[in-house]
């Protein structure tokens, strides 16, 4: 991966790497995660557009925020990735974003951010009302260390692992990522999200016209398939379906890439040429 630069933001330092020429794709990667997780995508696609990748505030090499509820919620990590791309120049621009960074490319789009299309892994489109509200995740001994502020390391291993598919997954510099993130980062996006501070993002790609395309694992384990696939009116739908990469898990663009890429790869050639 390219070496990192940063960029002095509203919502604190953050760094960001920077590979290839032409129309941007933009990464968010997840929650306890890191920009490196993305070298495999970097390389596949940064001959053919500008790759941009950022640690979100409080991940990776990006500074932790002084006042965390001023930062580390969906709606404000939204706004530093919007303020991130208008930056970089990122115009016309894509988003990929996974788990975590997902929701966070829902929140660009509600927020109008003028995306030509968003890919997200990992992110079921969670409602603030109705029969589906508290739908989308299934519960995990896993899942309930993502709201914490304080892991051990065998807590930090087990978390990393299984947003990656497994240990034999889990390369040093993600189980890094985990340890590195600020605790209060984890706690405080969680609380905000029980407390309804982000977008009705069921309802959100119900109405939205904006390209989205829904590339999972098969064998995620932390999200409602069913719920997925079958509950949510998509407006726009890529490839009219939900894309279930076979044998996956929570992040199949690390661990099935030779699957992934090409999904991707066809999205991006649709919305951005």
């Known amino acids: 991966m390219a070496s990192s630069s940063f960029i002095d933001s509203d919502y604190g330092r953050i760094a960001v790497s ?15 995660s890191l920009k490196e ?23 990776g090499e990006s500074a932790d925020a002084d ?7 969906i709606p404000n990590y939204a706004r530093a990735a919007r303020q991130v791309i208008a ?6 621009v894509a ?40 739908r989308g995740f299934l519960p995990s001994p896993e899942l309930s260390l993502a709201g914490r ?4 390391d065998a807590e930090c291993l087990a978390y990393g692992a299984a947003t990656v598919g497994g240990e034999q997954h889990l390369a040093s510099v993600l189980i890094k990522g985990v340890r590195r993130t600020h605790g209060l980062a984890r706690k405080t996006m ?17 109405t939205n016209a904006t390209p989205l395309a829904i590339l999972d694992g098969a064998e995620d384990v932390f999200i409602d398939h069913d719920y997925i696939a079958k509950e949510v009116a998509y407006a726009n739908i890529w ?3 939900r894309h279930a990469i076979p044998g996956a898990g929570h992040a199949p663009f690390l661990t099935h890439p030779q699957d992934f890429n090409p999904l991707l790869g066809r999205f991006l050639q649709d919305v951005l040429g």
């Open 149 to 152: 502020d304080q892991l051990s």
């Open 190 to 206: 969680f609380d905000a999200i029980i407390s309804g501070d982000f977008a009705d993002e069921k309802r959100l790609v119900e």
């Open 239 to 241: 490839d009219d379906k």
């Open 37 to 59: 997780v993305f070298e495999t995508t970097i390389a596949a696609f940064s001959d053919r557009y500008r790759v941009v990748a950022m640690d979100l505030p409080g991940h």
């Open 18 to 32: 920077d590979q290839g020429e032409g129309a941007g794709l933009f990464l968010i990667h997840g929650n306890s």
């Open 87 to 92: 930056e970089m120049g990122l115009d016309p």
């Open 95 to 134: 988003v990929f974003g996974w788990s975590l960074g997902g929701h966070i490319g829902l929140e660009m789009v509600a927020q109008g951010a003028p995306l030509q299309g968003l890919a997200i892994c990992g992110t079921p489109p969670l409602a603030l009302s109705g029969e589906a509200k508290g």
């Open 67 to 73: 006042k965390p509820a001023a930062v580390y919620t």
